[in-house]
């Protein structure tokens, strides 16, 4: 079992800058898949950032060149490092984990389907 634990979401004025950490906690795998994905109300989550532990990573179009996704050594912190955040990068920010090595083309990364383990959410909110 794998628990996650966001922390970092708050609310901030538009261009600024928020990081987001996840904790993993639990059982530990060798090879891994960790992202970043959010839910706007009303709306299905979507891919943000996600990074396998062969050291790929795959950005959703609308976060490139903004975010920045990292993790420790171990794979137990997964950081999103978030920059010139607009109102539409308002959202619940949710961490997932997937135990396995990346099973599909990289843009998996960032696919909800492709994860089993999830946090409870962080709320972020960029006024304007």
């Known amino acids: 079992q794998v628990r996650l634990q966001e922390s970092g979401g708050a609310s901030v004025q538009s261009g600024g800058s928020l990081t987001l950490s996840c904790a993993v906690s639990?059982?530990?795998?060798?090879?891994?898949?960790m992202g970043w994905f959010r839910q706007f109300p009303g709306k299905e989550r979507e891919g943000v950032a996600g990074?396998?532990?062969?050291?790929?990573?795959r950005y959703a179009d609308s976060v490139k060149g903004r975010f920045t996704l990292s993790k420790d050594g171990v794979g137990k912190i997964l950081t999103l490092k978030m920059n010139s955040l607009t109102p539409e990068d308002s959202a619940t920010y949710f961490c997932?984990?997937?135990?396995?090595?990346?099973?599909?083309?990289?843009?998996?990364?960032?696919?909800?389907?492709?994860?089993?383990?999830w946090g409870q959410g962080t709320q972020v909110s960029v006024s304007s």
């Open positions: 990074l396998s532990s062969d050291g790929r990573i």
């Open positions: 639990g059982y530990s795998y060798s090879s891994y898949c």
């Open positions: 997932a984990y997937e135990g396995k090595s990346l099973q599909g083309p990289e843009w998996w990364l960032i696919l909800p389907a492709a994860y089993s383990y």
